[in-house]
């Protein structure tokens, strides 16, 4: 990852060593924080930032689930506002592909109490690169965690909060100590909820099949983009309970999430996805992905928000 010049922070552009908060902050202490990750790309017109609104209406509606109130700097914020702020980043940043956006609460009180406890935000310009590194673009290593995904009982899990995130740091710890790159949990029935910060889809009898969102999933917007593009594709998708069992046995399996894009997975559990090798399905999918995100397919234009 490679630090930019400027965050923007309750409304102000600052330096980035100048971008601090309280140690007692509530966010930082409690987990009681909203998050985006959005990728920006290279277009033929410029920098572009892909689907921009709906990152961002994701981005509300979690501060609504958590009663955070849209009030930053003495400013009350609403979309709009907010998605020039983000442009606003893009601008005043250098090689910037991806952002996050992060509303959090402030204030200096101990103690578990959210209310009326003033919030902040910032939107946060790096250059991430490959999120899984250049070791997974020829196929990603992943295990099934001791871990299980947090349920709707326990956690707003269909929206992005920092304090859920603990479970997902967990499972990627595991991940990464065992030589993977990723880790899928499974969740409190058993199935196969999502990867540590992507959805997963598999391959197998010539239909593609991606755990449906009542299992504890974000319904993630690459998820969502890549369920479209497989559909205009002529693919059957099929949201539903997924075994592990069915996991393992796929012809295919791969991730998609705004920060890994669309990684093609041949390892599970020490066990080899079909032959071993990236699939055609997957492949397919993946390439018409990078082409999507670039601009360069005008069907999915109304995806695309430039910057300039």
């Not at 109130?69 to 910037?96: S, T």
């Not at 902040?120 to 995904?149: C, F, P, Q, V």
């Not at 899928?184 to 009898?205: D, H, P």
């Not at 099929?238 to 997975?265: C, F, K, P």
Request: overall charge neutral; charged content about 25%.
């Amino acid at each position: 990852m490679k630090k930019t010049e400027k965050i923007w922070l309750d409304g102000e552009m600052v330096r980035w060593e100048d971008a601090k908060v309280h140690v007692l902050s509530h966010g930082l202490n409690y987990g009681t924080s909203v998050f985006e990750g959005i990728r920006v790309y290279q277009t033929d017109k410029g920098p572009a930032v892909f689907r921009l609104r709906d990152h961002m209406t994701r981005l509300l509606e979690g501060c609504r689930v958590m009663a955070i109130p849209l009030k930053f700097g003495g400013k009350e914020y609403g979309l709009e506002e907010l998605i020039e702020a983000v442009k606003q980043v893009v601008r005043e940043n250098k090689d910037v592909d991806y952002l996050k956006p992060f509303v959090f609460l402030r204030g200096e009180d101990v103690g578990l109490n959210p209310v009326n406890v003033p919030a902040s935000m910032s939107i946060t310009g790096i250059n991430m690169g490959m999120y899984l590194g250049k070791d997974a673009e020829k196929g990603a290593k992943i295990i099934t965690s001791s871990w299980h995904r947090p349920d709707n009982l326990c956690t707003p899990a269909g929206a992005k909060i920092g304090g859920t995130y603990v479970t997902s740091c967990l499972a990627k710890r595991e991940a990464v100590e065992q030589g993977a790159n990723e880790a899928v949990m499974l969740n409190s029935n058993g199935y196969v909820a999502e990867c540590t910060g992507e959805n997963i889809f598999i391959y197998k009898r010539g239909k593609i099949y991606t755990p449906k969102p009542s299992n504890s999933i974000l319904e993630g917007i690459t998820r969502n983009s890549v369920i479209q593009v497989a559909k205009d594709l002529g693919y059957e998708v099929i949201e539903t309970d997924m075994s592990r069992i069915e996991m393992l046995t796929a012809d295919e399996v791969w991730m998609t999430g705004t920060a890994a894009e669309v990684v093609i997975v041949t390892t599970i559990d020490n066990r080899s996805v079909g032959n071993g090798k990236p699939g055609k399905v997957a492949t397919e999918l993946q390439k018409k992905f990078a082409d999507v995100v670039r601009g360069k397919d005008k069907k999915y234009a109304s995806w695309i928000d430039q910057v300039n």
